[in-house]
């Protein structure tokens, strides 16, 4: 089995799980799209509200979010939790979303928009995650601060290390920190925009969550953050390395490995994963049947199609054909995704046209509505016993079981939602099955998006075209059910058939009056054992957010040690001294470049030697930034050392001399336990130790 | 000579290009069918024709909903069931002739020509003007 089927597979058996513990209607797993809005409006509204409260200037930051955190828990308190926990929740649910879309097979074809502009989302996800971590300025921020600006430091954009923001106490500014802030809501605003393409290509997308699961899943949020209330860590202070440090693993999982093996193989392996999901649509390109086709001389610009599409593709243009029409169905085949929604919406896809061929207003190719007609008379003509039932099967649920009586016939259709109402008004009065069933994914898990909810609105006559009032609803039925729910359509088969069987010889409705098709099966659970398993699964899913958001602590520094960094940025001298130009050498000038002296730009690379207690601990030379190399050369290295007593001897040289170097310092240092040491160089002062 | 059942007549116009056409192939189509059936079609080409019938005056009618709630037409609700009504009425009329496998060309014509005329001059006459009016 593939990977992908077999993550499939255990998406099933959690769909199957939430369905049947939750109830219809509740199971988050094919509402993750929405969640991920409910999640991104909870984050929001907690924000602006933190906002208020909150001081951007470095010094009182601290200050003000313990102020938040404790002298009004009951609405601060459980609000910056409610950020904390609700942003955990986007970037699992928006992670989830994007493996449960790669095991249905929705990213390749037509669908690679919305997967494509679902990756930057990730992006900002985290982008939002780690400013918002450091903007909290304790122990885990100062943790944030210094192996963020390590991890883009190994990105040669940036002509200082960012790192050199952070060294210590006395390198601390407002500025970036107020950068930072800055990022801290561009990003957020940035990320709606993209959220608003990223559905831009779907019809009636879900941006809301069904009410009862967002209203629990809202309550579940802030009984976890009354229980386990987000609090800061030890206030920050770059003159010491936090041994320990409460990790939020969700968004910080991969800082560990960026202490321990260098930012840039984190870097180059988050790039090359982020390069492999967006080639996904593509590896290997999807064989996607062809798109629906618009038939002019029956289609006269209803828009019906138009209003069914679930994926937009269908646009109503000027009329091109000269008859007196204002408007025609278009179809963009660069979005249809052959679902049929839009024959099942056409008032002339209607098998009661007698002509052995025929066009509907809008037909899929590969399964004309005169071929699905055939196959319907082929199917009936094998159906024998009391209650002969057609199911037409979307084949991307449960498989309906083949009954071995021959009372039930499959039709295989792309979507439910291909079928016309008058289908079924079609089989039903040419007596070809006593009894229509529509065989589709799980509720609200429709592969194609809504072609549940619009085969069950249509059947309930609540959206054109319905199904006509005359048709005995007790004949039509419906259901819906994953791959993991093989049982439930068996039973719901069984049950219909049964009442099949008890109906008397099917009569033309009385009055045009629609009887109220219930869109789901009543739930079969008591009330109080209902509630009590959505409060329980719910709970356990919240579980691991409120855990993993800052624990197990990681410890980055063994006891009894220090760490020692090497850094600055310093300009070598350059290659060729200034020299005054001859008067020759002018005259080759052109005019306006003329000029009486002459530098050459090159600057010689910067060579450092550092040994603690004799042995080396680091030697290296760097070259001078810049394309011309006329900048200056910039060091950041760490080193681990164990506390106590220790020699430390420095040497730099910045010419170009053969041996021995331009600056030597040896100084003797007491280094405390968790204590960071840098090692600073300004060519006026030479050395610095703090 | 054979006569046509419905002949279009000016006062059919409801002054849209798009409706009158459908109107008028209607009628046409009612025409035929009665012509045809009054020289003795098959049965099967009879509820050919129907079916073909129903079909377009499905959609035609689903174009005229689709003005009527863009237009924010207040007189919808009533017209939207007058067009239910009139599809169900020419559905029994198809499984009558299905059913019983015969029909009587004179009470098929009347049927379909008092249903059509019936609804264009009252309630479709009233929307177009309304319609012609606004755009």
């Known amino acids: 089995m593939s990977f992908r089927g077999a993550l499939r597979r255990v998406f099933d058996l959690l769909e199957t799980l939430c369905a049947r513990v939750l109830g219809p209607g509740w199971n988050p797993l094919v509402q993750l799209g929405a969640l991920g809005w409910f999640f991104f409006w909870i984050v929001a509204v907690s924000g602006i509200y933190l906002y208020i409260f909150f001081d951007t200037g470095i010094t009182g930051t601290y200050e003000s979010i313990e102020a938040i955190s404790r002298d009004q828990w009951w609405a601060g308190g459980i609000l910056r939790s409610l950020h904390r926990y609700a942003s955990i929740a986007l970037l699992v649910t928006a992670v989830v979303h994007m493996l449960r879309e790669y095991a249905s097979d929705r990213m390749r074809g037509n669908h690679w928009f919305a997967w494509l502009t679902g990756l930057p989302l990730l992006l900002f996800i985290f982008v939002c995650g780690i400013t918002g971590y450091w903007l909290v300025w304790d122990t885990l921020a100062q943790f944030v601060a210094q192996t963020t600006s390590e991890l883009l430091d190994t990105l040669p954009i940036f002509g200082e290390p960012i790192a050199r923001n952070f060294l210590n106490q006395a390198s601390l500014s407002d500025r970036f920190f107020s950068l930072m802030v800055l990022i801290h809501i561009a990003a957020p605003l940035l990320m709606l925009l993209f959220m608003w393409v990223h559905i831009s290509r779907h019809a009636r997308s879900r941006v809301n969550p069904a009410r009862g699961l967002g209203a629990t899943v809202l309550g579940v949020l802030v009984a976890l953050a009354l229980v386990h209330p987000a609090l800061s860590q030890a206030p920050a202070n770059l003159d010491t390395v936090p041994a320990t440090i409460g990790l939020d693993w969700f968004y910080l999982g991969a800082y560990p490995f960026v202490v321990n093996d260098g930012g840039a193989a984190v870097l180059w392996i988050s790039m090359a994963v982020l390069l492999l999901l967006a080639l996904l649509p593509w590896l290997p390109p999807a064989r996607t049947p062809p798109a629906a086709v618009v038939s002019l001389p029956d289609c006269n610009g209803c828009g019906r199609c138009y209003a069914d599409c679930p994926f937009d593709a269908i646009a109503l243009a000027a009329r091109s054909d000269g008859l007196p029409y204002l408007q025609e169905a278009v179809v963009d085949p660069g979005k249809c995704m052959s679902c049929g929604a839009c024959v099942g919406a056409c008032p002339t896809a209607t098998p009661f046209r007698s002509a052995a061929e025929f066009s509907a207003g809008i037909e899929l190719p590969y399964l004309k509505l005169t071929a699905l007609r055939r196959e319907l008379h082929e199917a009936a003509a094998r159906l024998t016993g009391e209650a002969r039932l057609i199911i037409f099967d979307c084949g991307r649920g449960a498989a309906s079981p083949a009954y071995v009586d021959g009372s039930t016939a499959m039709v295989r259709v792309p979507c439910v939602s291909m079928v016309p109402p008058p289908v079924i008004d079609y089989v039903l009065t040419h007596k070809l099955a006593d009894g229509v069933l529509f065989a589709g994914c799980a509720e609200d898990a429709c592969y194609f998006r809504i072609g549940d909810r619009l085969t069950a609105e249509r059947i309930a006559g609540t959206r054109d075209p319905s199904l006509r009032g005359r048709i005995p609803r007790s004949r039509v039925a419906v259901s819906w059910a994953g791959r993991g729910q093989g049982s439930e359509r068996a039973a719901d088969i069984a049950a219909f058939c049964g009442s099949l069987r008890t109906l008397p010889p099917m009569t033309r409705n009385a009055g045009t009056g629609f009887a109220a098709a219930s869109r789901r099966p009543p739930d079969g659970w008591p009330t109080p054992l209902r509630w009590a398993g959505r409060i329980a699964l719910l709970a356990a899913l919240a579980l691991p957010v409120g855990a993993f958001a800052s624990w197990p602590a990681w410890r980055q520094l063994s006891p009894d040690h220090a760490v020692i960094r090497l850094s600055f940025n310093h300009a070598a001298k350059t290659v060729v001294e200034c020299r005054k130009l001859t008067v020759a050498e002018m005259a080759k000038l052109k005019p306006n470049m003329r000029r009486a002296v002459g530098c050459p730009r090159a600057r010689w690379p910067v060579s450092v030697e550092l040994t603690l207690d004799g042995d080396l601990l680091y030697r290296g030379t760097h070259k001078p930034a810049g394309l011309w190399e006329d900048g200056p050369s910039t060091i950041f290295e760490s080193f681990v050392a164990p506390a106590g007593r220790h020699t430390l001897d420095v040497k730099l040289r910045d010419t170009g001399r053969a041996s021995g170097f331009d600056y030597e310092e040896t100084i003797n240092v007491e280094l405390a336990e968790a204590q960071n040491f840098v090692i600073d160089f300004r060519a006026e002062q030479g050395f610095t130790f703090r | ?135």
């Open chain 2, 1 to 135: 000579m054979t006569t046509n059942l419905i002949e279009w007549r000016d006062e059919f116009s409801v002054g849209l290009p798009e409706v009158d056409h459908e109107h008028r192939e209607m009628i046409a189509m009612i025409n035929t069918l009665q012509l045809e059936s009054a020289g003795g079609a098959e049965i099967a080409s009879v509820l050919a024709a129907l079916g073909e019938i129903h079909a377009r005056i499905s959609a035609h009618f689903a174009l005229e909903e689709k003005n009527m709630t863009s237009l924010g037409y207040e007189g919808y609700p009533e017209h939207k069931a007058d067009h239910e009504s009139l599809l169900d009425d020419l559905r029994d009329l198809m499984d009558e002739v299905a059913t019983s496998r015969h029909f009587d060309p004179a009470v098929l014509g009347a049927r379909l020509s008092a249903w059509f005329v019936g609804h264009f001059s009252t309630l479709d006459a009233r929307f177009h003007r309304r319609m012609g009016a606004q755009r």
